[in-house]
């Protein structure tokens, strides 16, 4: 049964990254076709955060799981202080960017925001595509 569960939610993770590239692409093409260069480096950017976000956040999520589980492996215990600093870092990122970005650049302030939506607009679709996997076949895909 484990097994089962572990593909699932590999494939499901799969499916997260795919989504969350493929909006990026077209949130960067809409926010240059609607704000021109300053609005598409803006979502380029606060995406490649929501990405590195969704990224320290499976890690640090991991890493609980593994010690709650007891399967905590030696390279996860040396580890453990960069995924603390990892799972405090996302919001120092977050608000160096949007800090950098006001203070530094022209970029489109609004499209960074947008950008840094992308983990959750990327959550939203594997949840979306789990729903109508599950209403057409009867079982949630893999």
């Known amino acids: 049964m484990m097994d089962a569960a572990s593909d699932f939610y590999a494939a499901a993770e799969r499916r997260i990254w795919r989504f969350q590239l493929g909006l990026a692409v077209l949130g960067t093409a809409g926010a240059g076709?609607?704000?021109g260069w300053r609005g598409a480096a803006g979502f380029a950017v606060g995406a490649a955060v929501s990405s590195l976000n969704f990224r320290w956040l499976k890690q640090a999520?991991?890493?609980v799981a593994e010690k709650a589980t007891?399967?905590?492996t030696r390279a996860t215990r040396k580890k453990r202080k960069a995924l603390v600093w990892k799972f405090v870092g996302r919001y120092l990122l977050i608000g160096a960017a949007a800090y950098g970005m006001l203070k530094y650049t022209?970029?489109?302030i609004r499209a960074l925001l947008a950008g840094l939506f992308l983990f959750v607009a990327a959550i939203l679709a594997e949840i979306c595509f789990e729903?109508?996997?599950t209403s057409s076949s009867g079982s949630p895909s893999s």
Request: glycine share 6%; proline share 0%.
């Open 131 to 133: 729903l109508w996997n």
């Open 61 to 63: 999520v991991d890493a």
């Open 106 to 108: 022209v970029w489109d």
């Open 70 to 72: 007891g399967a905590e």
């Open 33 to 35: 076709w609607l704000a």
